[in-house]
Nanobody, 121 residues
Framework: QVQLVESGGGLVQPGGSLRLSCAAS????????MDWYRQAPGKERELVAG???????NYADSVKGRFTISRDNAKNMVYLQMNSLKPEDTAVYYC???????????????WGQGTQVTVSS
């Protein structure tokens, strides 16, 4: 069993910053790609940012230049630094990770429970 737990969400004013964290625990041998997704009310879940084990990153155009994804492989954690936040960034943010539970095992996808980010005056 593998668990992902997000933290760091909250209420922030436009232009403010938040740092989200996601901790993976359980039967973990290795983690491949780690991603942040978000889902706003009435909208589809969308990819915000992703990062490979080697540190290669990709971002949605809407957050490029404002958000930074990073990871700590030794701690099985991924982070999302969010700066210059806008009201349209309001959503539930989810962590996703591809995890192998044994050497030579297949990578399975896991999701966290989500953390609410609200950007409002």
């Amino acid at each position: 069993q593998v668990q992902l737990v997000e933290s760091g969400g909250g209420l922030v004013q436009p232009g403010g910053s938040l740092r989200l964290s996601c901790a993976a625990s359980g039967s973990i041998f290795s983690i491949n790609t780690m991603d942040w997704y978000r889902q706003a009310p009435g909208k589809e879940r969308e990819l915000v940012a992703g990062i490979t084990t080697s540190g290669s990153t990709n971002y949605a155009d809407s957050v490029k230049g404002r958000f930074t994804i990073s990871r700590d492989n030794a701690k099985n954690m991924v982070y999302l630094q969010m700066n210059s936040l806008k009201p349209e960034d309001t959503a539930v943010y989810y962590c996703n990770a591809e995890v192998a539970e044994a050497v030579g095992g297949l990578y399975d996808g896991y999701w966290g429970q989500g953390t609410q980010v609200t950007v409002s005056s």
